[in-house]
């Protein structure tokens, strides 16, 4: 059976009713027949059977034991940060979102938690960063906004063999086109409110373990810290998971034609798309993806920010706002948004670039797209034209 088909009819039909869309279980309590006797739910904090049916379905789509929704994604990255104690070690992705930056240098740093931040798609820096103390290797890959390509398999290999553990933030590929609890990594996290929800309607995290042990930990964290995905939200990412396989393929298809498009401009310093043969690790997320994603980046060649900020404004199609992996083509400057926590050096030194552009691409058609860029390219020369003019007069 095809993977689109499977999830389609992993989602279960109401046993009650029959309802072919999974009902939503919007309540706080449950009546027990006596004291510690129910049918399964107690109180919507521990359990719901809408949240259920999600966290079975996300389990079932990564390959993994056990499937846990929370209120965000940076919640769902907090309760995997909960596995460690003070004076372990992380070694993490130098490209790594700012939201977990902030979360590891600003809240964990202070508990005695250290993190090491290599670049990743080398796996001899992960190799030489690796001490006693590392507890937990995070990457991304694709990486948030430089998408680089980590080799999942041999990270998984160097973490068994120092006993420590892999997270995969899997935000990017989705479990549409990659695995990587398959790929021997231990958890995986989604930010689910972008290409599983798919509509920029809902915020929403998840984890999912390769054991049941491991999984059990990460629940007792939903539970007991509270950060939960309520009953509505859980329902409508089911219902964006449904389309999932059908719109990355869309997403993929799009973005390799802008990528291409964009390599062949004169404005444009440098292009960052797996799909393209140019990619240092094209290779790599060949064998380890079915597709190379529907994010595309890319540096002007003026590095100036406020060069950059221009183009921004100058789209009609790709709408500038924080987040992506919607319907609707977005488009982001990192330096000033998304990752403007992090500090200047960090981030340039990593790649992230002041004129660095980030574009989410969507399911319009992807001729209009490139005429929406073109666009911007004209204005933004126009704009560097007349300024050159006022300078020489």
């Known amino acids: 059976m095809q993977p689109s088909t499977h999830l389609i009819h992993s989602i279960p039909v109401d046993p009650l009713t029959g309802a072919i869309s999974v009902p939503i279980y919007q309540t706080s309590t449950f009546v027990q027949d006596a004291p510690g006797i129910n049918k399964g739910y107690d109180y919507a904090r521990s359990n719901n059977p809408t949240r259920a049916t999600l966290e079975n379905l996300i389990a079932q789509l990564e390959n993994g034991s056990t499937g846990v929704a929370f209120g965000s994604g940076l919640a769902a990255i907090d309760a995997v940060l909960k596995l460690l104690q003070s004076g372990d070690e992380v070694v993490a992705v130098d490209d790594i979102y700012g939201g977990a930056y902030r979360l590891f240098e600003q809240v964990y740093k202070k508990f005695g938690i250290t993190v090491k931040y290599v670049d990743t798609s080398n796996v001899e820096n992960v190799f030489n960063a690796v001490t006693p103390k590392t507890k937990l290797i995070w990457i991304e890959t694709p990486t948030n906004p430089t998408l680089k390509i980590s080799d999942i398999k041999t990270i998984a290999k160097i973490a068994k063999a120092n006993s420590c553990l892999l997270c995969v933030d899997n935000t990017f590929a989705s479990p549409a086109l ?142 500038l706002a924080e987040s992506l992996g919607g319907i609707k083509s977005l488009l982001s400057h990192p330096a000033s948004m998304t990752h403007k926590t992090i500090p200047a050096e960090t981030r340039r030194a990593a790649g992230v670039s002041d004129s660095l552009i980030r574009l989410s691409v969507g399911l319009e058609d992807a001729e209009d797209l490139i005429n929406d860029l073109q666009n911007a390219f004209k204005k933004l020369h126009h704009n560097e034209v007349e300024t050159a003019s006022s300078v020489l007069n």
């Open 178 to 319: 990659q695995k990587p609890l398959s790929l021997g990594a231990d958890i995986v996290v989604h930010s689910a409110t972008k290409y599983l929800g798919g509509h920029s309607d809902l915020i929403a995290g998840l984890v999912v373990t390769k054991e049941k042990e491991l999984g059990d930990k990460i629940k007792f964290y939903q539970n007991a810290c509270g950060a939960i995905l309520a009953p509505f939200d859980s329902w409508l990412l089911i219902r964006g998971i449904e389309t999932l396989h059908l719109r990355i393929k869309q997403h993929c298809s799009s973005a390799q034609a802008i990528a291409e498009f964009l390599e062949n401009c004169p404005q444009v310093d440098k292009v960052y798309y797996p799909g393209l043969k140019s990619h240092p690790n094209h290779n790599i997320a060949k064998e380890q993806s079915k597709g190379f994603g529907g994010i595309v980046s890319f540096t002007l060649k003026n590095d100036a920010e406020a060069v950059a900020t221009a183009f921004a404004t100058s789209t009609e199609l790709f709408k």
